[in-house]
């Protein structure tokens, strides 16, 4: 590079180009945002590490238009067998709703995930990705953030953003930096990763053996690729744990991949740590700079993304125009709890893969094995329904007037197959403008608002979009108007909001519900939204 870009101005500066600060551009480039995202290394991942991408998390890849590109590299849906020494399977997770649009549970490579997203960002004229760049030191004002970088041959680079996200990982300098604890525990249990390039065995799905002699977890992956990890004795050494001899008798006693190829195996240990606080003025952290969660549940990398989809359309509105300290402070107010919850999951998890003692596993056994007397509790694990749902108790969100612990606010619209005029068919979100939205929910939403106050919740910064129950077709009107064909509106608890409007965030998340005759009551909460 030449002198000419050694000082560059953009809008967002991200620091570290992993799945989140990737997702975080893509994002950003999409809303028109100017953002430069720096890398210190040469390129992107070259070794396995994130191996789940979840139901949430694809939708975050279908806001960034990455959706058809991240499935071609997936294996979409595959579940989870939990077995006891015997091999006996006593608990399974078999989900196959589809509440966010895709499946569930979805196994990938780090290193291809990483390429679509960095692929991705050729899209943007307003993205620059610069490799090999380092951030040596950095300073803000009440105005903006001044950054310098060194190339690989020595020279600098000055970068002035408004705003700078700190994607840098679990080490994060500019966590330490900004003299910001992280809160938690590292774990003394130690783990063998072992990943292959192909394996012989040809289940689908996760095994979970839940030994107390040895706990181990075989996780499947796309084009016939596997991961293996075991859980490690106290005088069982790294030296040991990664010789030939140890990782093959380990595999062999797993199953049928004792002489399969290895490409990588690994001891680490597992943390469930949270920053203190997740900005510092003008900088805020995201990913595993802000958070680190025990493997158990796979929800690490997926904590990442969600917080790459919360900040981005908050850090785009800051760039726009004025907003307040409460609009960027409701990032970390929002995805803290969140991410706390998923660390919780995780946690719980490992306690029911790791049973200490051969009492403990009898015990965790015996008590799956009466939720299978229970149909709504075996439903409870198999469909997954004890992961945390996405919700936001405060941050930015208005309550409804009688507000119950059932009420959509705060939570991720469930995103249904909608059918439109022309009896095409489309997840919602594709029939849906990005930025705010007014979803008329009705089985006759062009009764319900005429084309005067559709034009006037344009002209405020959201666009209006009708849905009808599936038991009624969609009509052309001053707006598009589609029909639910997933039932998701037509069933509890949406089909309680018929008849309402439903102001959604650019996230998707429901921001608040007032009935249709009132509104107008959202142009109130979308002034706080829309700069």
Not at 166 to 173: I, K, L, P, Q, V
Not at 450 to 474: Q, R, Y
Request: aromatic share 8%; net charge neutral; with cysteine.
């Amino acid at each position: 590079m030449s002198d000419a870009v050694a000082n560059l101005r953009t809008d967002i500066l991200i620091v570290g180009a992993g799945p989140t600060g990737l997702t975080l551009a893509n994002l950003l480039g999409k809303s028109g945002t100017r953002t430069i995202i720096v890398e210190r290394n040469p390129g992107t991942v070259g070794e396995p590490r994130a191996v789940s991408i979840d139901d949430e998390s694809m939708r975050s890849m279908q806001a960034a238009g990455l959706d058809a590109a991240v499935e071609a590299i997936v294996a979409r849906g595959y579940g989870s067998r939990y077995l006891g020494p015997k091999g006996d399977c006593f608990a399974l997770v078999d989900s196959v709703s589809k509440p966010f649009g895709f499946d569930k549970r979805n196994a990938f490579q780090q290193p291809e995930l990483e390429k679509v997203l960095l692929d991705g960002l050729a899209r943007f004229d307003i993205v620059s990705c610069l490799l090999k760049h380092e951030l040596v030191e950095f300073s803000q004002n009440g105005q903006s953030i001044r950054a310098e970088m060194r190339r690989d041959d020595g020279s600098m680079v000055q970068v002035s953003a408004s705003y700078m996200v700190a994607c840098d990982g679990g080490r994060s300098d500019i966590r330490k930096t900004l003299d910001i604890d992280l809160v938690g525990s590292t774990f003394a249990e130690r783990w063998l990763i072992v990943d292959l390039f192909q394996t012989a065995n040809r289940f689908r799905h996760t095994e979970v053996s839940c030994n107390p002699r040895r706990p181990n977890i075989s996780l499947p992956g796309p084009a016939g690729i596997r991961r293996y990890e075991f859980l490690l004795r106290a005088e069982e050494d790294e030296d040991l744990a990664t010789s030939e001899e140890f990782v093959r008798g380990l595999l062999r006693d797993a199953g049928p991949d004792g002489d399969a190829p290895i490409r990588r195996k690994r001891v680490y240990s597992f943390h469930a740590r949270v920053a203190a606080r997740w900005r510092e003025g003008r900088v805020f952290l995201a990913g595993d700079a802000a958070h680190l969660s025990p493997p158990f549940a796979g929800q690490g990398m997926n904590s990442g993304l969600r917080d790459a989809h919360n900040l981005s359309w908050k850090l785009s509105a800051a760039v726009r125009g004025e907003v307040s300290e409460d609009f960027l402070d409701s990032y970390e107010v929002e995805r803290k709890p969140h991410a706390l919850a998923m660390i919780q999951l995780a946690l719980t998890m490992g306690r029911i893969m790791m049973p200490t003692s051969v009492l403990q596993g009898l015990l965790v056994r015996g008590a799956f094995w009466l939720v299978g007397f229970l149909p709504w509790m075996r439903d409870y694990f198999s469909q997954m329904r004890f992961k945390p749902p996405p919700r936001f108790e405060t941050g930015l969100i208005w309550p409804e007037e009688g507000d119950g612990k059932d009420t959509m606010v705060g939570r991720l619209l469930p995103q249904p197959v909608v059918e439109m005029t022309d009896r095409t068919q489309k997840l919602l979100d594709a029939v849906l403008p990005d930025g705010l939205v007014v979803l008329l929910f009705s089985e006759y939403p062009d009764r319900q608002m005429d084309k005067l106050l559709a034009d006037k919740f344009a002209a405020a910064g959201a666009s209006v979009v009708g849905i009808t129950p599936e038991w009624m077709n969609p009509v052309s009107a001053g707006f598009p108007v589609v029909r639910d064909v997933s039932r998701y509106f037509s069933e509890p608890p949406l089909a309680g909001y018929l008849d309402k409007v439903i102001l959604l965030r650019p996230d998707r998340y429901v921001a608040a519900i007032r009935p249709a005759a009132r509104a107008e009551d959202l142009m109130e909460y979308m002034a706080k939204m829309a700069p």
